[in-house]
Nanobody, 120 residues
Framework: QVQLVESGGGVVQAGGSLRLSCAVS???????MGWFRQAPGKEREFVAT???????AHSDSVKGRFTISRDNAKNTVYLQMNTLKPEDTAVYYC???????????????WGQGTQVTVSS
């Protein structure tokens, strides 16, 4: 059974930074990993993905501000979030897929989510 456990969420002022972590049990190096977020009253949206080999992609809304990375030795994926805006406020979810990259339709495993609140 694969488990994903997020950490690092919290409250930060606009313009600040946070780093989310997601610790993964199981054969981490074989999974593509990703981050999604869901704001109140909105659908869950894709944020970023990283393949098992390190190829990355970010959504247009976070490109240039957020960076996804992974440490296969630590079975952990990260999301570095800089220049945060109030509209980044959401529950952030870690996701794993057996496909080459993570998309909204191929997630095999989800984390429980971590709250990020950006105050203006």
């Amino acid at each position: 059974q694969v488990q994903l456990v997020e950490s690092g969420g919290g409250v930060v002022q606009a313009g600040g930074s946070l780093r989310l972590s997601c610790a993964v049990s199981g054969r981490f190096s074989t999974y593509a990993m990703g981050w999604f977020r869901q704001a109140p009253g909105k659908e869950r949206e894709f944020v970023a993905t990283i393949s098992y080999s390190g190829t990355r992609a970010h959504s247009d809304s976070v490109k240039g501000r957020f960076t996804i990375s992974r440490d296969n030795a630590k079975n952990t994926v990260y999301l570095q979030m800089n220049t945060l805006k109030p509209e980044d406020t959401a529950v952030y979810y870690c996701a794993a897929s057996t496909s080459r990259v993570v998309t909204s339709t191929n997630v095999n495993y989800w984390g429980q989510g971590t709250q990020v609140t950006v105050s203006s």
